[in-house]
């Protein structure tokens, strides 16, 4: 057993992060005008190019654990950290095309077409998307010279890439000048964070770094999509929506399916290995509540009451959470009356945020709040209808909640 390492927090700045507007392609440097934030991101970019360890770093969607794409021991690292099953690939994080080009594809041709490595599928939607919460397959470069370490690529023929929008990560990469693995820094099969006091519960004594740069904006991981295979298919539900990658990648996307686990025939292989794991499991029970579209008309407080008064014997005793759509500030006294009457223990409620994109943004540090800090025994959450955003909300719910469906 290795001997726990001290888990340094260093607070950074994004503002003060300036990248040119074609820095993604070119992979032209920041500028950083903050010194303490220069230190620390210089500090951390030390670490992933010189060493074997990882760092905790914001992305624009979650907390990545990170260390070099390149390097075995490393990816090994995060793995161990994690606690992490290792059939179960990593993404590649790069700051531009050119590092892309240079430090996977081992091609430092200077003044050729930028995209040459990238299927011509891609393009729209990478033009219109990168930087940003877009994950993509590639091949794995059959060059002589080996580049990506068989464990971030789980030994697939191919692997997943973006170059992240949070000016923190990106100049993380940038300055290390290495393409970096990072799979959600929660450890497995928790929610993922969105906050670096996250971080910091699930991996203390078990990284080395920590940079802080406040919440994650969107909330829920990257939408990762293969357009390798025909028809493209959207793999994971995420940061951009799946209308979005109908709308914006061109004629190529409008055929593009779902994959989710009931269209997987038995005995077929799982083309995302992450989707077999348990994730995104608070401690805590979870009940998910579906809705019912017939019943719309009523209102969701009507409707949460009635699951309570259903399930009476079943909730009796327990420290409750429920988080719900409905405005916790218009309607307290309502609340009070319809609970009261349902469920003994004082029922935690809060609100889970009024649009798609709060939702989201909010759905992973709620149910770490009422799961690690509130240490309820029972957590109900109102699901959403499944489009736009609420096709990522309710992936991550469903697994949250381990299929613990209700229909209400
Ligand atoms: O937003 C994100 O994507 C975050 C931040 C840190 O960037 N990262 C993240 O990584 O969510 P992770 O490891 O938790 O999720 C990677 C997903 C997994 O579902 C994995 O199975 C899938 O991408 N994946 C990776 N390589 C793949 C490949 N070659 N083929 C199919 N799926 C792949
Ligand atoms: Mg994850």
Redesign the pocket.
């Known amino acids: 057993m290795s001997l726990p390492l001290k888990t340094e927090i260093l607070k950074i700045d994004g503002n003060c992060i300036k990248f040119s507007d074609r820095a993604h392609l070119d992979g032209s440097l920041p500028e950083i005008s903050d010194a303490e934030s220069r230190q620390a991101l210089l500090k951390a970019a030390s670490i992933i190019r010189d060493t074997d360890e990882t760092v905790a770093f914001p992305?624009e969607?979650?907390?990545?654990l990170g260390g070099s794409s390149l390097n075995d021991n490393s990816v090994l690292n995060i793995y161990k950290a994690k606690n992490r099953p290792s059939d179960?690939?990593?993404?590649s994080?790069v700051s531009s095309i050119d590092q892309l080009n240079r430090k996977i594809y081992n091609d430092n041709e200077q003044g050729g077409e930028l995209l040459r490595h990238i299927p011509q599928i891609y393009h729209p939607l990478i033009e219109k998307l990168w930087p940003g919460?877009l994950?993509i397959?590639l091949p794995v470069p059959n060059s002589d010279k080996k580049t990506l370490s068989k464990f971030t690529?789980?030994e697939?023929p191919?692997?997943?890439v973006?170059i992240?929008a949070n000016p923190i990560a990106r100049a993380l990469i940038a300055l290390s000048d290495t393409p970096i693995a990072?799979?959600?820094a929660n450890a497995s099969t928790r929610p993922?964070p969105t906050l670096a006091s996250h971080v910091y519960h699930d991996l203390k004594g078990k990284i080395p770094l920590i940079l802080d740069g406040g919440a994650c904006k969107v909330g829920v991981?990257?939408t990762?999509v293969?357009g390798l295979c025909d028809p493209p298919a959207l793999?994971?539900p995420?940061?951009f929506t799946y209308e979005d990658i109908l709308n914006l990648g061109g004629k190529s996307w409008e055929s593009c399916r779902v994959e989710n686990k009931k269209a997987i025939n038995a005995g077929e292989k799982v083309?995302?290995?992450?989707?077999k794991y348990k994730h995104y499991a608070p401690s805590a029970k979870v009940f998910l509540l579906i809705p019912n579209p017939d019943k719309s008309q009523h209102s969701p407080l009507k409707r949460l009451s009635q699951f309570l008064t259903t399930h009476k014997e079943a909730l009796d005793q327990k420290k409750i959470a429920i988080l719900t759509t409905f405005d916790l500030r218009d309607s307290q006294i309502e609340i009070e009356n319809e609970f009261n009457s349902t469920v003994n223990a004082n029922a935690l409620v809060l609100n889970l945020g009024h649009s798609g994109e709060e939702i989201q943004a909010n759905l992973f540090a709620l149910l770490r709040k009422v799961d690690e800090d509130e240490k309820v025994d029972v957590i109900v959450v109102e699901g959403i209808p499944e489009d736009a955003e609420g096709l990522a909300v309710m992936n991550r719910l469903r697994k949250a909640s381990g299929d613990n469906l209700v229909a209400f």
């Open positions: 992305t969607t979650v907390y990545g179960n690939p990593l993404i994080h919460p994950t397959l690529t789980g697939q191919t692997f997943a973006r992240p990072a799979p959600s993922s991981e990257s990762v293969d793999l994971r995420g940061g083309r995302t290995p992450g989707m």
